[in-house]
């Protein structure tokens, strides 16, 4: 069955998460060619969010990892390039101008730039389990 859907900001993509056997994936689907097949991303055991960037790009998910449900996995697709980049964040979110990421984790908050992948450290913090991105066009 289906657990999960995100459209893509642009229309063009549906992201979507099916569950049953084989398990838990993470699939995309060119909305652009009626009758096209899905796209398997990965297999992902306990993904609870899928999330485009505003130029449709990126697809961040996050998911919980299967041997401890107090850690959380993110991966970054490039959508364009096709690769994908394993995140070692608690938490992530992608800034709405679609050029940033900011990661959470036990080190504390940092801000990483798409195009160069170059992190900047933020701030110290505890333990955070979401982050978001507020008053930005």
Not at 26 to 53: C, I, T, W
Not at 85 to 96: D, E, G, K, Q
Not at 97 to 113: T, V
Request: with cysteine; net charge negative; hydrophobic share 40%.
């Amino acid at each position: 069955g289906f657990a999960l859907m995100e459209w893509s900001p642009d229309g063009s993509q549906l992201a979507y998460m099916t569950y049953g056997t084989p398990g838990k994936r993470v699939y995309l689907l060119n909305m652009n060619e009626p009758g096209a097949q899905p796209r398997l991303l990965k297999d992902h055991s306990n993904v609870y969010s899928l999330r485009f960037s505003p130029d449709s790009r990126y697809l961040l998910t996050q998911a919980y990892t299967a041997s401890n449900f107090a850690e959380d996995t993110s991966i970054l697709f490039d959508l364009q390039s096709g690769t994908e980049i394993a995140l070692i964040a608690h938490a992530a979110a992608l800034a709405p101008d679609g050029r940033q990421i900011a990661l959470a984790g036990p080190g504390g908050l940092y801000i990483a730039d798409l195009a160069s992948g170059a992190a900047q450290y933020w701030l110290s913090t505890e333990e955070c389990e979401q982050v978001q991105w507020f008053g930005m066009k």
